[in-house]
């Protein structure tokens, strides 16, 4: 009898590993609950635990190198490989390029891009184990200029070729990447943002006020992470994923403008949005 059970347990199909950076909140939270209830046994890699028991949390500092490395090493002593690997940690800051401090722009990449670079070649060995999917969340602020969040909107820009990049030298493997691309989303992103204030941004309050301001209401008015969550899960199925997706009808379409438009015409769309004329 118990030859038989071993025989059937050894035909079941294996369960689905995923890892998700920056899982304890917001759009991370929700797809890592969006997996959970798929099936997935799944990871999330961050400073904060993740609530609940459906998720398993190894703690670490994206902003500080080997850190993820060292968590997704643990979490490999657990596993043979991984399914899924889901970037989603990020910072944001409101500041004039003029006055913006050298360790708060250097922290921002540390956690928007770096990390994400760490985490890729962490998991790299154990997604091509399983043929993999990783998917690196983006913004469409990496196509188009927030005024006074630059350093915010150059870290996508520099996420999405890193994702058309991985997936060059990777797809041969068995292992695809893909940067998916939400506009404003309404998770408490919007209020871990540091604004400068008068003191920082000095000349440049008033602007950053109503930039900043603009930016909140357009995140807050935006899509529910949720439905952020489950265009990650569905471009992890896809079985040819493109190299950049964005999620939304609305979002495709206005990234589909900002591609189309001449870059004076966008900008000066941009300005008006966020209150600079």
Excluded: C
Aim: proline share 5%; glycine share 10%.
């Amino acid at each position: 009898m118990e030859q038989e059970i071993k025989r059937e347990k050894e035909h079941l199909p294996a369960r689905k590993i995923g890892i998700v950076v920056g899982g304890s909140s917001g759009i991370g939270r929700e797809t890592a609950l969006r997996l959970a209830a798929r099936g997935y046994r799944v990871y999330n890699i961050s400073r904060t635990p993740f609530k609940g028991d459906r998720v398993q949390t190894f703690p670490a500092d994206a902003a500080q190198e080997g850190e993820i490395r060292s968590a997704v090493e643990k979490i490999a002593a657990e596993t043979e490989g991984i399914d899924l690997l889901v970037y989603s940690a990020g910072f944001s800051m409101a500041a004039p390029l003029e006055y913006a401090k050298s360790g708060d722009y250097r922290y921002l990449f540390e956690v928007n891009y770096f990390g994400a670079v760490e985490a890729l070649k962490a998991a790299a060995p154990l997604l091509k184990k399983r043929g993999g999917r990783a998917i690196l969340v983006g913004s469409l602020g990496g196509d188009m200029p927030i005024p006074y969040d630059g350093f915010y909107s150059s870290s996508k820009a520099a996420l999405a070729m890193l994702a058309r990049e991985s997936d060059l030298e990777l797809r041969k493997q068995g292992v695809r990447v893909s940067a998916l691309l939400p506009g404003g989303t309404a998770t408490d992103f919007t209020y871990a943002r540091r604004v400068y204030g008068e003191e920082d941004a000095k000349t440049y309050t008033s602007s950053v006020k109503k930039a900043s301001a603009a930016l909140a209401n357009m995140e807050q008015g935006g899509m529910n992470p949720s439905l952020v969550a489950d265009a990650i899960v569905k471009l992890a199925v896809k079985r040819n994923p493109p190299p950049v997706a964005v999620a939304g009808g609305k979002n495709s379409f206005a990234r589909f403008m900002y591609k189309l438009l001449p870059e004076r015409v966008t900008d000066w769309y941009v300005a008006r949005r966020f209150n600079q004329k």
